[in-house]
């Protein structure tokens, strides 16, 4: 069974400069998930997607970051602009029935 | 809400040796426990799950945890440490309707001696 898929695997931009990620989860899996994990700290969710529905997006800063998961499917996080403090790992994952399965991450340095 | 104490950053032990790594967890009701393994450059692997019932729980390579209800831990055991289980290690605890919505520790990076 093939993982969760992630591109791109290392980002560098400037600050103020926008910045997409993909994810694509396991497949059959309803539930997918975007976590921030700055250095030194444990991953923090973003959002929560059921199908294509957002379940929750409360840790999520609205004004800058955006993402989406059209179909159901694959699943873009978007950030723009982009602030020196976002400089971290963007981890998506998946789950069907409870148990996580996590992609390799986007290592993002803003500079 | 919950929250989640891992006190130890960084924890170096002999290949061959024994390992404890400690977690603390914070929430009012009966959490659902979790352990996660990071090696570079890779994403979370889930090591082991509690959710009820027996407190000690066994995972994957030989990983083991025990749940504590009396102390608020959680921590994560193995008898026999290999060099390939030098990684980072995360416990997360997740509240008993929403587990799914995990809160993680700031893990403790294990480095194993030779």
């Known amino acids: 069974e093939a993982g969760v898929a992630q591109s791109p695997r290392y980002k560098i931009i400037e600050k103020r400069q926008s910045v997409a990620f993909w994810c694509n989860p396991i497949s059959g899996h309803a539930t997918l998930y975007w976590y921030q994990q700055i250095l030194g700290q444990g991953p923090k969710l973003l959002i929560q997607f059921q199908n294509n529905g957002v379940v929750d997006d409360s840790q999520l800063p609205k004004d800058r970051f955006s993402a989406e998961r059209l179909k159901g499917v694959d699943s873009t996080l978007k950030i723009q602009p982009a602030k020196l403090e976002d400089s971290a790992v963007y981890l998506c994952a998946s789950s069907q029935r409870g148990d996580k399965y996590f992609g390799p991450g986007t290592r993002l340095t803003v500079t | ?114």
């Open chain 2, 1 to 114: 809400a919950q929250s989640v104490t891992q006190p130890d950053i960084h924890i170096t032990v002999s290949e061959g040796a024994s390992l404890e790594l400690r977690c603390n967890y914070s929430y009012g009701a009966t959490p659902y426990l979790f352990w996660y393994v990071q090696s570079p450059g890779q994403g979370l692997q889930l090591l082991l799950k509690y959710f009820s019932g027996d407190t000690l729980v066994q995972g994957i390579k030989g990983f083991e945890a025990e749940f504590k209800r009396s102390q608020s831990s959680f921590n994560l055991r193995k008898p026999s440490v290999h060099w390939s289980d030098a990684a980072e290690y995360f416990c997360a605890v997740g509240a008993a309707l929403s587990f799914q919505k995990l809160v993680f520790g700031t893990g403790t990076r294990l480095l194993v001696s030779p």
